[in-house]
């Protein structure tokens, strides 16, 4: 019966290990490849991206950029990122417009060079609520609370084994012979 709980034990153990170690790298580890995550906040590129998404995007020079491609951007003062369709290229202005395919109107204000981040790889839906919901307390707060827990739950069974007293051993069991003795 205990051989079965600690089998099961440790599958728990394992699978939330397996979890954390894959949501760090989709959310945190995609830098170490050159892709940044973004959070999908609207409606805006929906089907393409829907909201709540995490979209990964990976840099790119303003020349490479062709009409019809999808970049992501800085949209204002505030640092507001967003990720729409180029419909223009103002080469002489250095400057793209932009428009959200569930949009109907192109967006107001044009995107200069220098607010390019990147162009979006692909993104992997809902994962983005994870995400926002991580990078502000209490989200924060939950997450590092929940990592404690995966490390307590890892080293439970270690503390919890009863040690046996120095003093007393086990008793050695004799080995069998087998054969002649000579």
Same mark, same amino acid.
Request: net charge negative; charged share 25%.
């Given at each position: ?60 020079? $303003? ?101 046996? $007293?120095?003093?007393?051993?086990? $008793? ?11």
């Amino acid at each position: 019966m205990k051989n079965t709980a600690e089998k099961i034990w440790n599958g728990i153990t394992t699978f939330l290990v397996i979890l954390a170690v894959l949501l760090a790298i989709l959310l945190v580890g995609v830098r170490v490849v050159g892709l940044q995550a973004y959070v999908v906040m609207s409606g805006s590129m929906e089907p393409v991206y829907p909201t709540g998404s995490l979209l990964y995007v990976q840099d790119a020079e $303003p020349e490479e950029i062709e009409t019809g491609d999808a970049i992501t951007f800085v949209l204002n003062e505030e640092l507001t990122v967003a990720t729409h369709r180029v419909i223009e290229i103002d080469e002489e202005n250095r400057c793209f417009y932009t428009k959200g395919d569930a949009n109907e109107a192109a967006d107001g204000a044009p995107v200069y060079y220098e607010n390019l981040l990147g162009r979006p790889v692909f993104c992997i839906p809902h994962l983005g609520y994870i995400a926002a919901f991580i990078q502000h307390p209490p989200g924060t707060y939950i997450a590092a609370a929940c990592g404690a827990a995966i490390l307590l739950m890892l080293f439970l069974p270690d503390l919890l084994r009863e040690e046996e $007293p120095e003093g007393k051993k086990r $008793p050695r069991q004799r080995k069998r012979r087998t054969g002649r003795k000579k």
